[in-house]
């Protein structure tokens, strides 16, 4: 996990380790560890933040996770061409460097804001969080947060949204869910992307991706799907509504819904403090 490769520091978590920020060195000094599990559980604490931001507003958020290039973006411009009339879109875009996946985004009428992470190789619940102050949530019925391209980091961190959905394309191999198990037990759905090429592969077994996912005591459903030729996307569209709907009650419970697993981030939850933030 991130406690090891320290890249759970980034830019918008960094005012909490500078200065007289809550997670400041000390002169005594700080074990690493210490900060940086003081940082997931401050993760934790704007994630159910964001969340109530969601469950107020009415909004649906959806985290998609994958390897780079795997077909996040281009399943949201087909989901938009697809839903655009029904449901109110948004999305974040989380990127290394580039504003392209945004642009791609607004160039389907629907408003994304892009997030560069720059060396974080994830996004995490205070980049979330700025970026929701560029999207009027009253707008939107379903948020799509495009986390960044890579099958390990991601999965740790709770950005406050509702459900999981790991792509995974049928060029990276159907053993991916055994060699990454945390990003895919994370998943609440899994979708097979590119499934237009299956008859060119033919060492991809969309069965034995499955077999590896049931290994991990996964109950997930998996979709194959191709956003090129629209095979599957009719399940997609369906699984999307069915999730705003039990959300929605969820929430009308006075209750809300998280993913499946945040695992570390869970653990680190019994850490009381308080945290003054108005806004709307
Ligand atoms: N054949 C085929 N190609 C696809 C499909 N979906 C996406 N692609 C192609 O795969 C490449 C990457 O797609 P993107 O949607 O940009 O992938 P991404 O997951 O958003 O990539 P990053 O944001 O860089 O992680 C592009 O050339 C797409 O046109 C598909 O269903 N079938
Ligand atoms: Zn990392
Ligand atoms: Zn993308
Ligand atoms: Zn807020």
């Known amino acids: 996990m991130c406690d090891t490769c320290g890249c759970n520091i980034t ?8 200065g007289d920020g809550k997670l400041a060195r000390t002169e005594s000094g700080r074990e690493a560890v210490q900060v940086l599990e003081g940082l997931l559980s401050e993760n934790d604490h704007v994630a159910a933040h964001n969340r109530e931001h969601f469950d107020r507003h009415g909004v649906l958020a959806i985290n998609l996770m994958s390897s780079p290039g795997s077909g996040k973006t281009r399943l949201l411009e087909e989901t938009i061409t697809a839903l655009g009339d029904e449901l109110r879109i948004a999305v974040v875009e989380g990127d290394l460097e580039t504003e392209n996946d945004a642009q791609r985004i607004r160039d389907k009428g629907v408003n994304a804001v892009q997030i560069t992470t720059g060396t974080a190789c994830h996004l995490d619940a205070h980049m979330v969080h700025g970026a929701l102050h560029a999207v009027d949530l009253d707008d939107v019925d379903i948020l799509f947060i495009e986390n960044v391209g890579n099958l390990v980091c991601p999965a740790s ?8 959905v790991t792509l995974l394309s049928v060029t ?7 060699k990454y198990p945390v990003i895919f037990r ?27 996912l049931r290994q991990l005591a996964s109950a997930a459903p998996l979709i194959a799907l191709s956003a090129k030729s629209g095979v599957g996307l009719d399940d997609w569209l369906a699984w999307l509504r069915e999730a705003r709907e039990a959300v929605a009650a969820k929430v009308a419970d006075g209750a809300t819904v998280r993913p499946a697993i945040q695992p ?16 709307d």
């Open 186 to 212: 994370a998943a609440d759905l899994v979708l097979i992307s590119k499934a237009d090429l299956l008859p060119v592969l033919d060492d991809f077994s969309p069965s034995k991706a499955e077999g590896h």
């Open 264 to 279: 570390e981030g869970q653990q680190l939850h019994a850490h009381p403090h308080h945290h003054a933030h108005t806004h």
């Open 172 to 178: 990276e191999g159907d053993d991916k869910p055994a």
């Open 157 to 164: 961190f709770d950005l406050g949204q509702h459900r999981n």
């Open 11 to 18: 830019d918008g978590n960094r005012y909490l380790l500078e």
